[in-house]
C-alpha cells in the first residue's frame, strides 16, 4: 500500500466551478499536511499547509484534514484557467523529508 | 530575494556518462534537500544538508549518486555512471530552518535524460 495515495487525473472543470481535489494516506504518524500547485516545468510551490486535523482558509482555496478518516482534502472556489496545474499533496512527520502523492493534473475550461 | 536556482535545466546524457547537477539555495538558508521524479511516480526524497554535512541520506538510490556541499553554499548532485532509470526531474529546495516541508523553496529542477 502506498503511503499517500492520490487519483492523478486529468480534471477538467468550467471556469467558475468548485474544484476539490484529495488524497488518501496510511502513516497515522504524519503531522504536517500540504498543498502545493506546480505548473508545467517549474518547481512545486507551496499552496496551503495544515498542521494535524481541522480546516485552512486562504483566499479562494480551502485545505481540511480529516486524521482519523487519513484523508485530505483541497477545495478551490470560483476556479480560473490561471488555476490550471499539478496540485501535488504531501505529508510529513515533523522536521523531515516530504512524502509526495503523484499529483492531479486540472484544467480549467474558459 | 533571488530563489533556488539548479543548472542546467535540462540535461541530454548517454548511459555510462556522467552528470553533475548544481543547485544554489536562497542565500542564508542552511537546509538543502534534493528530491527527484521519475516518470509516472511520485516526487521522491533523495537526502538533506544541514550546511555542508548530510543530515539524511535515506533516499540516495544507490552508490553511483554522490551529493556534496562544500562550504555549507551551494551543492551537487554527481551520477557515475548514468543509467536508464536515473531519468527524472531532480529538484533541490532550500529552508532556513529545517520543518516539515512548509517552509521549502523548490528549484525549477533539472530534466535529466539518459539515452
Known amino acids: 500500500q502506498k503511503e499517500v495515495e492520490q487519483d492523478p487525473g486529468p480534471l477538467s472543470v468550467p471556469e467558475g466551478a468548485i474544484v476539490s481535489l484529495n488524497c488518501t494516506y496510511s502513516?497515522?504518524?504524519?503531522?504536517?499536511f500540504m498543498w502545493y500547485r506546480q505548473y508545467s516545468r517549474k518547481g512545486p510551490e507551496l499552496l496551503m499547509y495544515t498542521y494535524s486535523s481541522g480546516n485552512k482558509e486562504d483566499g479562494r482555496f480551502t485545505a481540511q484534514v480529516d486524521k482519523s478518516s487519513k484523508y485530505i482534502s483541497l477545495f478551490i472556489r470560483d476556479s480560473q484557467p490561471s488555476d490550471s496545474a499539478t496540485y501535488l499533496c504531501a505529508m510529513s512527520w515533523r522536521d523531515d523529508k516530504i512524502i509526495f502523492g503523484k499529483g492531479t493534473r486540472l484544467h480549467i475550461l474558459p | 530575494e533571488a530563489g533556488v536556482t539548479q543548472f542546467p535545466s535540462h540535461s541530454v546524457i548517454e548511459k555510462g556518462q556522467t552528470v553533475t547537477l548544481r543547485c544554489d539555495p536562497i542565500?542564508?538558508?542552511?537546509?538543502l534537500y534534493w528530491y527527484r521524479r521519475v516518470m509516472g511516480k511520485e516526487i521522491k526524497f533523495l537526502l538533506h544538508?544541514?550546511?555542508?554535512?548530510?543530515?539524511?541520506e535515506s533516499g540516495m538510490p544507490n552508490n553511483r549518486f554522490l551529493a556534496e556541499r562544500t562550504g555549507g553554499t551551494y551543492s551537487t548532485l554527481k551520477v557515475q555512471p548514468a543509467e536508464l532509470e536515473d531519468s527524472g526531474v531532480y529538484f533541490c529546495a532550500s529552508s532556513q530552518n529545517p520543518t516539515g516541508g512548509y517552509g521549502y523553496t523548490f528549484g525549477s529542477g533539472t530534466r535529466l535524460t539518459v539515452v
Open positions: 544538508f544541514v550546511k555542508e554535512s548530510k543530515q539524511d
Open positions: 502513516n497515522s504518524a504524519f503531522q504536517y
Open positions: 542565500s542564508g538558508h542552511d537546509n
